[in-house]
Protein backbone atom coordinates (compact mmCIF):
# COMPACT_ATOMS: atom_id res chain seq x y z
CA UNK A 1 0.00 0.00 0.00
CA UNK A 2 1.08 3.54 -1.32
CA UNK A 3 -0.03 6.65 0.71
CA UNK A 4 -0.12 9.34 -2.05
CA UNK A 5 -0.82 12.69 -1.08
CA UNK A 6 -2.35 15.43 -3.96
CA UNK A 7 -1.87 19.27 -3.09
CA UNK A 8 -3.18 21.82 -5.78
CA UNK A 9 -4.99 24.59 -5.62
CA UNK A 10 -7.63 23.94 -8.64
CA UNK A 11 -9.96 21.24 -7.42
CA UNK A 12 -10.04 20.29 -11.49
CA UNK A 13 -5.99 19.58 -11.41
CA UNK A 14 -6.69 17.19 -8.15
CA UNK A 15 -8.94 15.36 -9.51
CA UNK A 16 -7.65 14.45 -13.34
CA UNK A 17 -4.46 13.23 -10.98
CA UNK A 18 -6.56 11.32 -8.44
CA UNK A 19 -8.53 9.52 -11.44
CA UNK A 20 -5.50 8.73 -13.14
CA UNK A 21 -4.07 7.36 -10.17
CA UNK A 22 -6.52 5.26 -9.02
CA UNK A 23 -7.45 3.93 -12.60
CA UNK A 24 -4.40 1.98 -12.61
CA UNK A 25 -3.20 1.52 -9.34
CA UNK A 26 -6.70 0.86 -7.84
CA UNK A 27 -6.39 -0.66 -3.92
CA UNK A 28 -2.44 -0.06 -4.53
CA UNK A 29 -2.93 3.31 -3.22
CA UNK A 30 -4.39 5.25 -0.44
CA UNK A 31 -4.70 8.99 -1.52
CA UNK A 32 -5.17 12.03 -0.09
CA UNK A 33 -5.94 15.52 -1.41
CA UNK A 34 -5.13 19.09 -0.38
CA UNK A 35 -5.61 22.64 -1.68
CA UNK A 36 -3.74 24.83 -0.03
CA UNK A 37 -0.09 25.13 1.78
CA UNK A 38 -2.01 24.85 5.14
CA UNK A 39 -3.73 22.13 4.46
CA UNK A 40 -0.84 19.96 3.32
CA UNK A 41 1.21 20.50 6.22
CA UNK A 42 -1.67 19.54 8.73
CA UNK A 43 -2.44 16.25 6.91
CA UNK A 44 0.93 15.02 6.22
CA UNK A 45 1.59 15.03 10.23
CA UNK A 46 -1.43 12.41 10.27
CA UNK A 47 -1.69 10.84 6.80
CA UNK A 48 2.32 10.53 6.65
CA UNK A 49 2.37 10.17 2.83
CA UNK A 50 5.08 8.21 1.57
CA UNK A 51 4.57 10.04 -2.16
CA UNK A 52 3.65 13.57 -2.77
CA UNK A 53 2.71 15.36 -5.80
CA UNK A 54 3.12 19.54 -4.49
CA UNK A 55 2.21 22.29 -6.58
CA UNK A 56 4.55 25.52 -6.19
CA UNK A 57 1.68 27.94 -6.12
CA UNK A 58 -1.18 27.46 -3.21
CA UNK A 59 -2.96 29.76 -1.09
CA UNK A 60 -1.36 30.83 1.53
CA UNK A 61 2.38 28.69 2.28
CA UNK A 62 3.86 27.63 -1.32
CA UNK A 63 4.48 23.95 -1.97
CA UNK A 64 7.80 24.94 -1.66
CA UNK A 65 7.46 26.31 2.25
CA UNK A 66 5.01 23.33 2.97
CA UNK A 67 7.96 21.15 1.76
CA UNK A 68 10.05 22.51 4.31
CA UNK A 69 7.63 21.93 6.80
CA UNK A 70 7.19 18.67 5.97
CA UNK A 71 11.13 17.97 6.19
CA UNK A 72 10.69 18.84 9.51
CA UNK A 73 8.73 15.58 10.57
CA UNK A 74 9.00 13.31 7.98
CA UNK A 75 12.66 12.37 5.89
CA UNK A 76 11.33 9.71 3.84
CA UNK A 77 8.06 11.38 2.09
CA UNK A 78 9.24 11.56 -1.95
CA UNK A 79 8.04 15.21 -3.52
CA UNK A 80 7.18 15.45 -6.76
CA UNK A 81 6.49 19.23 -7.97
CA UNK A 82 3.77 20.43 -10.37
CA UNK A 83 4.66 24.08 -11.91
CA UNK A 84 4.33 26.42 -14.22
CA UNK A 85 7.50 27.19 -16.94
CA UNK A 86 8.24 30.43 -15.34
CA UNK A 87 8.73 28.78 -11.75
CA UNK A 88 11.94 26.79 -12.43
CA UNK A 89 13.53 29.47 -9.89
CA UNK A 90 12.20 27.66 -7.56
CA UNK A 91 14.41 24.29 -9.04
CA UNK A 92 17.85 24.85 -6.24
CA UNK A 93 15.76 25.20 -3.28
CA UNK A 94 13.51 22.44 -4.60
CA UNK A 95 16.06 19.84 -5.48
CA UNK A 96 17.81 20.52 -1.48
CA UNK A 97 14.33 19.38 -0.20
CA UNK A 98 14.75 16.17 -2.52
CA UNK A 99 12.50 16.70 -5.42
CA UNK A 100 12.57 13.60 -7.73
CA UNK A 101 11.08 15.27 -10.95
CA UNK A 102 9.28 18.41 -11.60
CA UNK A 103 6.15 18.32 -13.81
CA UNK A 104 5.12 20.99 -15.77
CA UNK A 105 0.91 22.06 -16.31
CA UNK A 106 -0.82 20.97 -18.29
CA UNK A 107 0.58 17.16 -17.93
CA UNK A 108 -0.49 14.14 -19.11
CA UNK A 109 -1.83 10.67 -17.75
CA UNK A 110 1.76 8.79 -19.57
CA UNK A 111 3.99 10.92 -17.03
CA UNK A 112 1.84 11.08 -14.36
CA UNK A 113 2.14 7.17 -14.28
CA UNK A 114 5.48 7.03 -15.29
CA UNK A 115 6.82 9.16 -12.43
CA UNK A 116 4.75 7.83 -10.48
CA UNK A 117 6.05 4.48 -10.78
CA UNK A 118 9.57 5.85 -10.54
CA UNK A 119 8.55 7.28 -6.98
CA UNK A 120 6.67 3.65 -5.78
CA UNK A 121 9.70 1.81 -6.89
CA UNK A 122 12.22 4.15 -4.49
CA UNK A 123 9.67 4.30 -2.04
CA UNK A 124 9.96 0.10 -2.43
CA UNK A 125 13.54 0.76 -1.67
CA UNK A 126 13.54 2.84 0.86
CA UNK A 127 11.18 0.02 2.66
CA UNK A 128 13.59 -2.45 1.56
CA UNK A 129 16.71 -0.76 2.93
CA UNK A 130 14.62 0.42 6.14
CA UNK A 131 13.92 -3.29 7.04
CA UNK A 132 17.75 -4.15 6.12
CA UNK A 133 19.07 -1.70 8.40
CA UNK A 134 17.04 -3.20 11.09
CA UNK A 135 17.82 -6.87 10.73
CA UNK A 136 21.43 -5.48 10.76
CA UNK A 137 20.95 -3.58 13.58
CA UNK A 138 19.23 -6.56 15.70
CA UNK A 139 22.04 -8.89 14.45
CA UNK A 140 24.60 -6.25 16.02
CA UNK A 141 22.42 -6.35 19.65
CA UNK A 142 23.10 -9.31 19.59
CA UNK A 143 26.75 -9.46 18.94
CA UNK A 144 27.79 -6.13 20.44
CA UNK A 145 27.26 -7.11 24.23
CA UNK A 146 29.80 -9.65 23.42
CA UNK A 147 32.19 -7.49 21.83
CA UNK A 148 31.98 -5.15 24.83
CA UNK A 149 32.55 -8.06 27.22
CA UNK A 150 35.48 -9.31 25.17
CA UNK A 151 36.85 -5.29 25.36
CA UNK A 152 36.36 -5.16 29.26
CA UNK A 153 37.61 -8.66 30.18
CA UNK A 154 40.51 -8.03 27.86
CA UNK A 155 41.37 -4.69 29.58
CA UNK A 156 41.69 -5.93 32.88
CA UNK A 157 42.92 -9.65 32.20
CA UNK A 158 45.47 -9.74 29.41
CA UNK A 159 49.22 -8.02 29.49
CA UNK A 160 49.65 -7.95 25.90
CA UNK A 161 46.14 -6.72 24.95
CA UNK A 162 47.32 -2.94 23.11
CA UNK A 163 48.45 -5.04 20.63
CA UNK A 164 44.91 -5.43 19.12
CA UNK A 165 43.08 -3.44 21.16
CA UNK A 166 42.32 -0.65 18.40
CA UNK A 167 40.54 -3.45 16.54
CA UNK A 168 38.09 -3.41 19.60
CA UNK A 169 38.00 0.57 20.02
CA UNK A 170 37.43 0.75 16.26
CA UNK A 171 34.24 -1.57 16.68
CA UNK A 172 32.91 -0.32 19.47
CA UNK A 173 33.26 3.66 18.84
CA UNK A 174 35.66 4.32 21.60
CA UNK A 175 37.91 7.54 20.96
CA UNK A 176 38.52 8.79 24.12
CA UNK A 177 41.84 7.90 25.62
CA UNK A 178 40.44 7.83 29.25
CA UNK A 179 37.62 6.11 31.19
CA UNK A 180 36.51 5.44 34.93
CA UNK A 181 34.90 2.05 36.35
CA UNK A 182 31.57 1.65 37.97
CA UNK A 183 31.70 -1.82 39.64
CA UNK A 184 27.80 -3.10 40.28
CA UNK A 185 27.35 -5.95 43.03
CA UNK A 186 24.02 -7.60 43.38
CA UNK A 187 22.67 -10.48 45.88
CA UNK A 188 19.71 -10.91 47.77
CA UNK A 189 20.41 -8.42 50.82
CA UNK A 190 23.59 -7.74 52.55
CA UNK A 191 24.22 -8.97 56.13
CA UNK A 192 27.88 -7.64 57.61
CA UNK A 193 28.79 -6.37 54.67
CA UNK A 194 28.58 -8.59 52.47
CA UNK A 195 26.01 -9.81 49.50
CA UNK A 196 23.92 -13.04 50.80
CA UNK A 197 22.95 -15.15 47.96
CA UNK A 198 25.95 -14.43 46.02
CA UNK A 199 26.18 -17.50 43.96
CA UNK A 200 21.88 -17.63 43.57
CA UNK A 201 22.78 -14.30 42.45
CA UNK A 202 24.73 -14.75 39.80
CA UNK A 203 22.99 -17.69 38.24
CA UNK A 204 19.75 -15.21 37.69
CA UNK A 205 22.11 -12.46 36.44
CA UNK A 206 21.91 -14.42 33.03
CA UNK A 207 18.64 -14.10 32.96
CA UNK A 208 18.36 -10.14 33.58
CA UNK A 209 21.45 -9.31 31.74
CA UNK A 210 19.55 -8.02 29.22
CA UNK A 211 17.70 -5.96 31.66
CA UNK A 212 20.98 -4.51 33.29
CA UNK A 213 22.67 -3.85 30.30
CA UNK A 214 19.74 -1.77 28.82
CA UNK A 215 19.33 0.34 32.18
CA UNK A 216 22.95 0.54 32.99
CA UNK A 217 23.17 2.61 29.01
CA UNK A 218 19.95 5.09 30.50
CA UNK A 219 22.65 6.16 33.10
CA UNK A 220 26.04 5.68 31.50
CA UNK A 221 27.25 6.10 28.04
CA UNK A 222 29.73 2.94 28.42
CA UNK A 223 30.21 -0.47 28.06
CA UNK A 224 29.58 -3.13 30.09
CA UNK A 225 31.11 -5.63 30.84
CA UNK A 226 30.03 -9.26 31.36
CA UNK A 227 28.54 -11.32 34.36
CA UNK A 228 31.65 -12.07 36.85
CA UNK A 229 30.09 -14.25 39.74
CA UNK A 230 27.73 -11.34 41.22
CA UNK A 231 29.27 -8.44 39.82
CA UNK A 232 28.97 -6.59 36.35
CA UNK A 233 31.24 -3.67 35.42
CA UNK A 234 31.12 -0.66 33.48
CA UNK A 235 33.54 0.98 31.72
CA UNK A 236 32.84 4.59 30.86
CA UNK A 237 34.89 7.03 28.85
CA UNK A 238 35.77 10.60 29.73
CA UNK A 239 37.64 13.27 27.66
CA UNK A 240 39.76 14.87 30.41
CA UNK A 241 42.93 12.51 32.97
CA UNK A 242 40.68 13.54 35.75
CA UNK A 243 37.38 14.25 37.12
CA UNK A 244 36.61 17.68 38.60
CA UNK A 245 34.56 17.55 42.07
CA UNK A 246 31.57 18.68 40.41
CA UNK A 247 31.82 15.85 37.92
CA UNK A 248 32.36 13.47 40.63
CA UNK A 249 28.86 14.80 41.88
CA UNK A 250 27.22 14.01 38.49
CA UNK A 251 28.66 10.53 38.46
CA UNK A 252 27.46 9.53 42.03
CA UNK A 253 24.00 10.60 41.43
CA UNK A 254 23.94 8.94 38.02
CA UNK A 255 25.22 5.63 39.84
CA UNK A 256 22.69 6.44 42.51
CA UNK A 257 19.55 6.51 40.31
CA UNK A 258 21.07 3.72 38.46
CA UNK A 259 20.97 1.58 41.05
CA UNK A 260 17.34 2.42 42.44
CA UNK A 261 16.15 2.10 38.99
CA UNK A 262 18.01 -1.75 38.56
CA UNK A 263 16.13 -2.53 42.02
CA UNK A 264 13.05 -1.74 40.83
CA UNK A 265 13.30 -3.55 37.50
CA UNK A 266 15.04 -6.69 38.97
CA UNK A 267 14.44 -9.07 42.09
CA UNK A 268 17.77 -7.97 43.13
CA UNK A 269 19.44 -5.41 45.69
CA UNK A 270 22.31 -3.27 43.85
CA UNK A 271 25.36 -1.64 44.88
CA UNK A 272 27.94 0.25 42.82
CA UNK A 273 31.37 1.37 43.77
CA UNK A 274 33.02 4.02 41.44
CA UNK A 275 36.89 4.39 40.72
CA UNK A 276 39.02 7.18 39.22
CA UNK A 277 39.53 8.71 35.84
CA UNK A 278 43.00 6.70 33.98
CA UNK A 279 44.23 6.18 31.05
CA UNK A 280 42.23 2.89 29.34
CA UNK A 281 45.64 0.94 28.98
CA UNK A 282 45.19 1.47 32.78
CA UNK A 283 42.03 1.23 33.50
CA UNK A 284 42.65 -2.25 35.78
CA UNK A 285 43.62 0.50 38.44
CA UNK A 286 40.50 1.96 38.39
CA UNK A 287 38.72 -1.00 38.59
CA UNK A 288 40.42 -1.83 42.12
CA UNK A 289 39.67 1.39 43.29
CA UNK A 290 36.27 0.63 42.18
CA UNK A 291 35.94 -2.94 44.29
CA UNK A 292 38.05 -0.98 46.98
CA UNK A 293 35.26 1.39 47.15
CA UNK A 294 32.99 -0.93 46.99
CA UNK A 295 34.54 -3.19 50.19
CA UNK A 296 35.03 0.25 52.50
CA UNK A 297 31.96 2.07 51.38
CA UNK A 298 29.16 2.14 53.89
CA UNK A 299 26.09 3.28 51.42
CA UNK A 300 25.06 1.80 48.02
CA UNK A 301 26.81 3.68 45.85
CA UNK A 302 30.53 4.40 46.87
CA UNK A 303 32.86 7.16 44.70
CA UNK A 304 36.96 5.97 45.93
CA UNK A 305 37.52 9.86 46.29
CA UNK A 306 34.91 9.45 49.71
CA UNK A 307 37.03 6.52 51.49
CA UNK A 308 38.97 7.86 54.13
CA UNK A 309 42.38 8.05 53.89
CA UNK A 310 42.61 7.13 50.72
CA UNK A 311 46.27 6.73 48.93
CA UNK A 312 47.15 9.43 47.15
CA UNK A 313 50.48 10.75 46.42
CA UNK A 314 52.05 14.19 47.99
CA UNK A 315 50.77 16.92 45.32
CA UNK A 316 51.08 16.62 41.39
CA UNK A 317 52.35 13.03 40.62
CA UNK A 318 52.82 11.60 37.20
CA UNK A 319 51.68 8.52 37.97
CA UNK A 320 50.35 7.41 34.62
CA UNK A 321 53.73 8.42 32.65
CA UNK A 322 55.35 5.97 35.46
CA UNK A 323 52.77 3.17 34.80
CA UNK A 324 53.07 3.27 31.09
CA UNK A 325 56.84 3.27 31.48
CA UNK A 326 56.59 0.11 33.11
CA UNK A 327 54.02 -1.02 30.59
CA UNK A 328 56.34 -0.53 27.83
CA UNK A 329 59.33 -1.88 28.80
CA UNK A 330 58.16 -5.54 30.04
CA UNK A 331 55.99 -5.38 26.92
CA UNK A 332 60.07 -5.05 25.22
CA UNK A 333 58.84 -1.69 23.62
CA UNK A 334 61.89 0.54 23.96
CA UNK A 335 61.35 3.54 22.05
CA UNK A 336 58.27 4.15 23.87
CA UNK A 337 60.05 3.21 26.93
CA UNK A 338 63.28 5.23 26.85
CA UNK A 339 60.25 8.06 25.70
CA UNK A 340 58.25 8.18 28.88
CA UNK A 341 61.88 7.65 31.03
CA UNK A 342 62.66 10.55 29.56
CA UNK A 343 59.70 12.35 29.98
CA UNK A 344 59.39 11.15 33.64
CA UNK A 345 63.26 12.41 34.38
CA UNK A 346 62.58 15.61 32.55
CA UNK A 347 59.11 15.89 35.55
CA UNK A 348 61.78 15.18 38.09
CA UNK A 349 64.45 17.50 37.49
CA UNK A 350 61.64 20.05 37.08
CA UNK A 351 60.37 19.37 39.95
CA UNK A 352 62.89 18.21 42.51
CA UNK A 353 66.16 18.96 40.57
CA UNK A 354 67.86 20.10 43.42
CA UNK A 355 67.13 16.64 45.58
CA UNK A 356 69.39 14.27 44.32
CA UNK A 357 68.79 11.76 46.53
CA UNK A 358 65.34 11.28 46.10
CA UNK A 359 66.03 11.11 42.17
CA UNK A 360 68.51 8.51 42.98
CA UNK A 361 66.22 6.62 45.09
CA UNK A 362 62.99 6.88 42.38
CA UNK A 363 65.44 5.69 39.64
CA UNK A 364 66.72 2.41 41.28
CA UNK A 365 63.08 1.47 41.72
CA UNK A 366 62.32 2.05 38.33
CA UNK A 367 65.10 0.19 37.19
CA UNK A 368 64.24 -2.89 39.77
CA UNK A 369 60.57 -2.76 39.45
CA UNK A 370 61.09 -3.36 35.53
CA UNK A 371 63.96 -6.39 36.07
CA UNK A 372 61.66 -7.39 38.23
CA UNK A 373 58.57 -8.04 36.02
CA UNK A 374 60.84 -9.28 32.88
CA UNK A 375 62.41 -12.21 35.60
CA UNK A 376 59.16 -13.45 35.73
CA UNK A 377 59.20 -13.26 31.69
CA UNK A 378 62.56 -15.18 31.70
CA UNK A 379 64.08 -12.19 30.28
CA UNK A 380 66.85 -11.23 32.89
CA UNK A 381 68.90 -12.89 35.50
CA UNK A 382 67.46 -12.51 38.98
CA UNK A 383 69.83 -13.24 42.43
CA UNK A 384 70.36 -12.04 45.57
CA UNK A 385 74.27 -10.39 44.52
CA UNK A 386 73.12 -9.54 41.15
CA UNK A 387 72.21 -5.77 42.18
CA UNK A 388 75.35 -5.31 44.34
CA UNK A 389 77.04 -2.35 42.73
CA UNK A 390 73.73 -0.40 41.69
CA UNK A 391 74.01 2.18 44.57
CA UNK A 392 77.80 2.78 44.12
CA UNK A 393 77.26 3.07 40.23
CA UNK A 394 74.29 5.76 40.93
CA UNK A 395 76.93 7.81 43.24
CA UNK A 396 79.32 7.90 40.70
CA UNK A 397 76.99 9.30 38.34
CA UNK A 398 78.53 12.76 38.71
CA UNK A 399 75.69 14.67 36.89
CA UNK A 400 71.73 13.99 36.93
CA UNK A 401 72.53 13.66 33.50
CA UNK A 402 74.51 10.57 34.00
CA UNK A 403 71.90 9.15 36.37
CA UNK A 404 68.94 9.26 33.39
CA UNK A 405 71.59 7.52 31.39
CA UNK A 406 72.05 5.19 33.72
CA UNK A 407 67.93 4.55 33.98
CA UNK A 408 67.65 4.09 29.88
CA UNK A 409 70.67 1.84 30.05
CA UNK A 410 69.08 -0.44 32.43
CA UNK A 411 65.57 0.16 30.67
CA UNK A 412 67.75 -1.13 27.20
CA UNK A 413 68.99 -4.02 28.86
CA UNK A 414 65.28 -4.96 29.96
CA UNK A 415 63.90 -4.33 26.53
CA UNK A 416 66.74 -6.18 24.67
CA UNK A 417 66.09 -9.16 26.98
CA UNK A 418 62.71 -9.25 26.38
CA UNK A 419 62.63 -9.29 22.61
CA UNK A 420 65.94 -11.78 22.32
CA UNK A 421 63.89 -14.25 24.52
CA UNK A 422 60.69 -13.89 22.27
CA UNK A 423 62.84 -14.29 19.83
CA UNK A 424 64.99 -17.31 20.83
CA UNK A 425 61.72 -19.13 22.00
CA UNK A 426 60.54 -18.61 18.29
CA UNK A 427 63.14 -19.99 16.62
CA UNK A 428 63.83 -22.78 19.27
CA UNK A 429 59.79 -24.01 18.60
CA UNK A 430 60.31 -23.42 14.71
CA UNK A 431 63.34 -25.53 14.70
CA UNK A 432 62.51 -28.25 16.48
CA UNK A 433 58.87 -28.22 13.97
CA UNK A 434 61.46 -27.95 11.19
CA UNK A 435 63.22 -31.02 12.33
CA UNK A 436 60.00 -33.03 12.83
CA UNK A 437 59.10 -32.31 9.45
CA UNK A 438 62.03 -33.44 7.95
CA UNK A 439 62.31 -36.62 9.95
CA UNK A 440 58.34 -37.01 9.11
CA UNK A 441 57.90 -35.74 5.99
CA UNK A 442 57.23 -39.03 4.01
CA UNK A 443 54.60 -39.82 6.94
CA UNK A 444 51.08 -38.47 6.51
CA UNK A 445 51.67 -35.64 8.84
CA UNK A 446 49.53 -32.60 9.75
CA UNK A 447 49.83 -29.08 11.09
CA UNK A 448 47.94 -30.13 14.37
CA UNK A 449 50.86 -33.28 14.70
CA UNK A 450 53.24 -31.09 14.52
CA UNK A 451 52.30 -27.90 17.23
CA UNK A 452 51.09 -31.41 18.98
CA UNK A 453 54.64 -31.81 19.17
CA UNK A 454 56.55 -28.83 20.02
CA UNK A 455 53.60 -27.91 22.58
CA UNK A 456 51.56 -24.87 21.39
CA UNK A 457 47.74 -24.44 19.85
CA UNK A 458 47.55 -25.10 15.85
CA UNK A 459 46.40 -21.38 15.07
CA UNK A 460 49.57 -19.58 16.85
CA UNK A 461 51.93 -22.37 15.54
CA UNK A 462 50.54 -21.67 11.86
CA UNK A 463 51.03 -17.91 12.65
CA UNK A 464 54.39 -18.11 14.46
CA UNK A 465 55.75 -20.78 11.30
CA UNK A 466 54.95 -18.25 8.57
CA UNK A 467 56.35 -15.42 10.64
CA UNK A 468 59.33 -16.86 11.75
CA UNK A 469 59.98 -19.52 8.29
CA UNK A 470 58.42 -16.70 5.74
CA UNK A 471 56.24 -19.71 4.76
CA UNK A 472 53.08 -21.44 5.77
CA UNK A 473 53.10 -24.64 7.17
CA UNK A 474 51.81 -26.47 3.95
CA UNK A 475 54.02 -24.91 1.85
CA UNK A 476 57.17 -25.95 3.80
CA UNK A 477 56.13 -29.84 4.01
CA UNK A 478 55.63 -29.49 0.21
CA UNK A 479 59.44 -28.19 -0.76
CA UNK A 480 60.73 -30.54 1.30
CA UNK A 481 59.08 -33.21 -0.40
CA UNK A 482 59.72 -31.85 -3.60
CA UNK A 483 63.15 -31.36 -2.90
CA UNK A 484 63.07 -34.91 -2.08
CA UNK A 485 61.70 -35.97 -5.43
CA UNK A 486 64.03 -34.17 -6.75
CA UNK A 487 67.03 -36.02 -5.45
CA UNK A 488 65.55 -39.44 -5.92
CA UNK A 489 64.84 -38.61 -9.74
CA UNK A 490 68.35 -38.48 -10.10
CA UNK A 491 69.02 -41.87 -9.40
CA UNK A 492 67.32 -44.48 -12.01
CA UNK A 493 67.28 -47.14 -9.62
CA UNK A 494 64.21 -45.67 -7.95
CA UNK A 495 60.52 -45.97 -9.92
CA UNK A 496 58.38 -43.24 -10.09
CA UNK A 497 56.04 -44.64 -8.42
CA UNK A 498 58.17 -45.21 -5.37
CA UNK A 499 59.59 -41.90 -5.75
CA UNK A 500 56.36 -40.93 -5.59
CA UNK A 501 55.81 -43.40 -1.52
CA UNK A 502 59.12 -41.84 -0.63
CA UNK A 503 58.48 -38.21 -0.66
CA UNK A 504 55.58 -38.73 1.18
CA UNK A 505 52.39 -38.88 -1.36
CA UNK A 506 50.20 -41.93 -1.36
CA UNK A 507 48.55 -40.81 -5.02
CA UNK A 508 51.09 -41.07 -8.46
CA UNK A 509 48.33 -38.94 -10.22
CA UNK A 510 48.08 -36.16 -7.42
CA UNK A 511 52.36 -36.11 -6.82
CA UNK A 512 52.63 -35.71 -10.01
CA UNK A 513 50.35 -32.60 -10.50
CA UNK A 514 51.89 -31.17 -7.20
CA UNK A 515 55.73 -31.97 -8.92
CA UNK A 516 54.63 -30.19 -12.31
CA UNK A 517 53.14 -26.94 -10.41
CA UNK A 518 56.62 -26.70 -8.52
CA UNK A 519 58.81 -27.76 -11.28
CA UNK A 520 57.11 -26.67 -14.29
CA UNK A 521 57.23 -30.50 -15.74
CA UNK A 522 56.45 -33.65 -14.51
CA UNK A 523 58.50 -36.39 -12.81
CA UNK A 524 58.87 -38.04 -15.86
CA UNK A 525 59.75 -35.44 -17.59
CA UNK A 526 62.05 -33.99 -15.16
CA UNK A 527 64.30 -37.41 -15.34
CA UNK A 528 64.35 -37.33 -19.19
CA UNK A 529 66.44 -33.63 -18.72
CA UNK A 530 68.83 -35.06 -16.50
CA UNK A 531 69.88 -37.60 -19.26
Excluded at 117 to 144: G, W, Y
Amino acid sequence: MYRILLADDEGIMLESLKKMIETTYGRECEIATAKTGRAVVELAETFRPDIAFMDIQMPGLSGVQAMREIRKFNQSTIFIVITAYDRFHYAQECISLGVLEFLTKPVSKKTVLEVCQKAMQQVDENRQKRSDDLRIRERLETVVPLIESGYIYSLLLQEDFHSYEENYRELLGVTEDYAYIVATEFGDSVENGAFTNAIGASVKASQFYPTFRETAKGFFDGIVGPVMGNRIILLVSYDQESAPYEERVRILTAARNMVHRLEQRIDCKFRAGIGKVKRIENIRESYEEALRALREGDSHVVHINDIPMIQDYDGEYPLDLENRFIQYSIEGNEMMARSTANAFFDWMIQNYGDNRQSIEIKVLELAMRIEYQAFFKGSVKYGFRYRENYLQELRDCRSLEALRAWLLQKTAVVTNGILTTREKESESIISKAKSYIDENYQKDISLDDVSRYVDISPYYFSKLFKQEAGRNFIEYLTGVRINTARQLLKDPGYSIKEICRLSGYSDPNYFSRIFKKYEGVTPSEYRERLR
